[in-house]
């Protein structure tokens, strides 16, 4: 099963700061009585983006300069919560192609990377930066390089990080692990073998 | 030559490892995987665009709890989504051959209770299942931890997950906790001081003589909230609580004695090194509630809520977020904010001990008026046997609501949701916006005698105050 790979992704940003986005923000649970992800896209972050009575707030993600940014820009602990992978399901469903945060819960960060959505981590001083740069101009050209650990925005470039791991699974396009977990049966079978509870 | 000393999450990591993947992380073997209605029917339909099968059937165990209705029992259910995707997880059972703990099974229940409840939960596995409070199930002794969805699809196509090791923090509490004082406030306590991502990379080890005195159902409620402070698992060394707990239990192993002694050699080495460790007194320890929107936000009761210029300069945005969402005060007691709805259950704090606690204190008083009180327990075992205590007509003569077992208020999946900003005085995890099925509704984080306090009171109470616990000795 090949994958693509990722080295880079190109786009434009969009800021939602703040720290401790939870899971339920991204998605809430009411929009989860699913048997698939494909009609995600809709809910992602819905409470922030309409009022009870589906009139739209006056939210940076519903300002149309913003309508085609694929990088979403955040603050700390992005994706705190629940383990539930409809928040990155929608999240991409919606157009989202890669992250920038400060830090990523850990579940969620490993959801994204499985669905081949970078994530990578900057300073926060960098990343209100970044935000201030896209805020004033929405058409700011970003490049995550992932390949060399580096987000360019604009004519300036940030350093960024992104674990071993996520980077040698999205550089070498294999970034879902599913293939190689089941080529490893036999020594799956021997390691239950020692097991005695299996 | 003498091995190094290990934490017991390094020998049960050791001792399910297959290998090293291409990208660096571990191959982990899952010995034991639950699954539930709301994360596994996209695992399923992905296997069937795989064309692959569900490698160790036997090692995987399903219920039904996320979005369950708790106040109906026949199907099919008003709701016809949820009715849809209950049904989809029976089908991918029954055709994939994994024992289902159905709706009229009598065993069904949040699948973080009934997996210790069957004694499916055992010292020393590696448990996954596609929630976060997969946690709990480390009050065994077992490495336990959420998934997503697609690593739903890799442990029922490969019974393995790629993994990176984690690091071990070791929480030591010792003392005793004072009259009125829970596991709830312990965690919350935790997670106040160390913060909502202090343990992001951590698994955390919870000891001393605190954790050593507690019961395996104490134990529980502080693992479930590990997640809660970004610690991804949390554990508890096994020890004759532990073993007592199990026996008897339908899951439990046959060769009892060679189990025991198998277990008692994974408690971690006493001279063993951890990646860092805390020292917490039990006795610094009050009732906890949470006055924000993360479940770090937390103070005591006694204690007013907080200005955000006193607070860390990262904190200052999420605290005024949060102090706009709630419409409370710095500055002012928490104590005293009136409530809306009390809901006593979830996979934190609905178990029989819980229960017995809340009823032993709620006896012969009744809820205050213009407050919806509902109780939901874990499981039907649970409901069961707390009916068989009449604990079932001391809730309901109270003027609470006794519901069937599911998750319920706390993710608000199933019909019971706060409507507008309703406050609700909660004894489950997470005091997110919009949490409890309103994306108004606010949600304090407290102990399940506080729940009942504030229920009886109509506003946020000091339970020992309200019933008078410990006050003598003062």
């Not at chain 1, 995550?144 to 699974?169: F, M, Q």
């Not at chain 2, 994360?39 to 160790?56: C, E, H, I, K, W």
């Not at chain 2, 069904?108 to 409070?133: F, K, L, N, R, Y």
């Amino acid at each position: 099963m090949a994958l693509e790979i990722i080295t880079e992704v190109k786009g434009t940003g969009v800021p939602v700061m703040g720290d401790d986005i939870d899971t339920d923000r991204i998605i809430p649970a009411r929009f989860m009585k699913c048997v698939t992800f494909d009609g995600l896209a809709e809910y992602a972050f819905f409470d922030v983006r309409f009022n009870e009575d589906g009139s739209e707030k006056t939210h940076i993600l519903n300002d149309k300069r913003f309508s085609e940014a694929s990088i979403l820009i955040s603050g700390a602990n992005f994706g705190c919560g629940s383990s539930r992978e409809h928040a990155p399901q929608s999240l991409y469903r919606y157009g989202f192609r890669g992250i920038l945060a400060e830090s990523f819960a850990e579940i969620f960060f490993g959801n994204s990377i499985t669905l081949g959505m970078p994530c990578m981590t900057l300073s926060r001083e960098n990343l209100n930066e970044i935000a201030a740069t896209v805020k004033t101009d929405p058409e700011t050209a970003i490049v995550l390089d992932i390949e060399n650990r580096k987000v360019i925005v604009g004519d300036k470039t940030y350093a960024a990080e992104i674990t071993d791991s996520a980077h040698e699974g999205l550089t070498e396009g294999r970034w879902d692990p599913i293939a190689e977990l089941i080529d490893n049966g036999d020594a799956v079978d021997k390691v239950a073998e020692g097991l005695s509870y299996v | 030559m003498q091995e190094k000393p290990k934490s017991l999450f390094d020998k049960v990591w050791d001792a399910h490892e297959v290998g090293k993947l291409s990208d660096g992380r571990s191959q982990l073997f899952i010995g034991t995987h639950l699954i539930h209605e709301v994360t596994s029917p996209q695992a399923f339909g992905m296997l069937r665009d795989l064309n692959l099968p569900v490698r160790y059937p036997k090692r995987t165990f399903a219920t039904v709890d996320h979005i369950v209705p708790t106040d109906e029992t026949h199907e099919p259910y008003s709701d016809s989504l949820a009715d849809a995707m209950i049904k989809e997880l029976r089908k991918n059972c029954l055709d994939n051959d994994i024992t289902f703990f159905d709706v009229h099974s009598g065993m069904q229940g949040i699948v973080h209770i009934i997996g210790p409840e069957q004694g499916i939960t055992q010292p020393g596995m590696t448990i996954a299942c596609g929630d976060s409070h997969t946690s709990t199930h480390g009050a065994f002794g077992a490495i336990a931890f959420g998934i997503g969805t697609s690593q739903v699809r890799d442990v029922l196509a490969s019974q393995t997950l790629a993994m990176s090791r984690l690091k071990v923090r070791r929480i030591n509490v010792d003392g005793e906790l004072s009259p009125g004082v829970y596991a709830k406030d312990v965690i919350l306590h935790i997670i106040r001081t160390l913060g909502v991502n202090g343990g992001i990379g951590y698994a955390y080890e919870y000891g001393g003589e605190l954790f050593d005195n507690f019961t395996l159902e104490e134990r529980m409620t502080v693992c479930n909230m590990s997640i809660e402070g970004g610690a991804r698992c949390g554990y508890v060394n096994p020890d004759e609580t532990t073993y007592e707990y199990l026996k008897g239990r339908n899951y439990a192993p046959k060769d009892w004695d060679r189990a025991v002694e198998m277990w008692s050699s994974l408690r971690s080495d006493p001279d063993c090194e951890y990646d860092d460790v805390v020292n917490i007194r039990a006795e610094d320890i009050l009732p906890t509630v949470t006055w924000g929107i993360t479940p770090g936000q937390a103070i005591f009761i006694d204690q007013d809520i907080p200005f955000p210029a006193d607070l860390p300069e990262k904190d200052r945005a999420t605290a005024e977020e949060a102090l706009e969402h709630m419409s409370l005060t710095s500055g002012t007691p928490i104590a005293g904010t009136r409530i809306d709805v009390a809901f006593l259950g979830s996979c934190t704090n609905g178990r029989l001990s819980d229960l017995q606690e809340a009823a032993r204190y709620l006896k012969g008083r009744k809820v205050a008026k213009g407050v919806k009180a509902i109780v939901v327990p874990g499981s039907q075992v649970v409901a069961k046997i707390a009916e068989q205590q009449g604990l079932d007509k001391i809730f309901r003569e109270a003027g609470f609501e006794w519901r069937g077992a599911g998750c319920s208020m706390c993710l608000a999946m199933n019909p019971d949701k706060l409507i507008g900003n309703q406050l609700c005085a909660s004894s489950s995890n997470r005091n997110f916006k919009g949490r409890q099925g309103s994306p108004t509704g606010r949600t304090v984080l407290m102990s399940p005698l506080m729940v009942i306090a504030a229920a009886v009171t109509g506003v946020i109470s000091d339970a020992r105050e309200v019933f008078e616990i410990g006050r003598t000795a003062a």
